[in-house]
């Protein structure tokens, strides 16, 4: 009483049969217990079996209708499961920010260089004229006749024609370097017109995009609902599929463990 213990006894005359009639009524009675977790098993995949194969059917049926209801609302998948036209309007966001960018940059240096030529001051503070190899070039040869001129102005009068000669030269290096910057300018300024082209050919996507976003959202609502009730549906399947593969494993083995010893 109150344990889990089962007694059984028998007596006989005979020593082998009382052992062997106790242990053939514990044989039966774990058999027993097998059998009707056999029948479990077989219970179970019997009544898995209709209800997966109308599980699948729903899954496919709602994986369907989120297909067709992308292609009617004309939806597509970028990455990490967002709307294409929101993974294109923020590509195009950032693309728009460098452009603007490059633009003002291209305009800045254009309106230095545009200021310096102006002024007739030294263009020398401009990086992208010094990296210039024909300035660098020039700059030397213009360095190399300062240097002439002046030892040449020791001994010699301003008038001279040999110091004529060397600052006519001079001013010729000048023009040219003014040459070379001015046509420096006009590259920073095509720059900038580029840029400025594609900064508003860019605004005019986005505008387009935006729309075609917000639309896509407003879609989204009804997408995300057939998708949960689709995902909900192949969950369901799936556990259920589960279930069947282990009853079926557990029936095909015909091992099954007795709740006793």
């Not at 700059?139 to 008038?159: C, F, G, M, P, Y």
């Not at 594609?198 to 009804?222: H, M, P, T, Y």
Request: aromatic residues 4%; without cysteine.
């Amino acid at each position: 009483e109150n344990s889990r213990v089962i007694v059984v006894e028998f007596s006989s005359k005979d020593p082998n049969l009382a052992a062997q009639v106790p242990e053939a009524i514990a044989a039966a009675y774990l058999a027993t217990q097998q059998a009707a977790k056999l029948q479990t098993d077989t219970s179970a995949t019997d009544w898995l079996e209709p209800v997966i194969k109308d599980l699948s059917d729903k899954v496919k049926q709602a994986e369907s209708e989120v297909a067709s209801y992308r292609a009617e609302n004309d939806i597509l998948d970028g990455q990490n499961n967002s709307a294409l036209a929101t993974q294109q309007l923020s590509e195009l966001s950032t693309e728009l920010t460098r452009v603007k960018a490059v633009k003002a940059q291209s305009e800045a240096r254009a309106q230095s260089v545009r200021a310096l030529l102006d002024s007739g001051a030294s263009i020398d503070s401009v990086p992208e004229i010094l990296a210039s190899g024909l300035m660098q070039r020039l700059r030397e040869q213009q360095v190399t006749l300062k240097s002439e001129i002046a030892d040449l102005s020791i001994t010699l009068l301003d008038n001279h024609p040999r110091i004529k000669g060397l600052r006519s030269q001079l001013a010729d290096l000048d023009g040219q370097l003014r040459s070379e910057a001015a046509k420096i300018l006009k590259s920073f300024e095509t720059e900038a017109g580029t840029a400025s082209l594609r900064e508003q050919e860019l605004i005019a996507n986005l505008n387009g995009l935006k729309a075609e976003s917000s639309r896509v959202g407003d879609e989204e609502v009804g997408l995300r609902a057939l998708e949960r009730e689709a995902t909900a549906q192949r969950d369901l399947l799936e556990s259920y599929l589960t279930r069947y593969r282990e009853a079926a494993s557990r029936k095909e083995r015909n091992y099954q463990v007795p709740d006793a010893r």
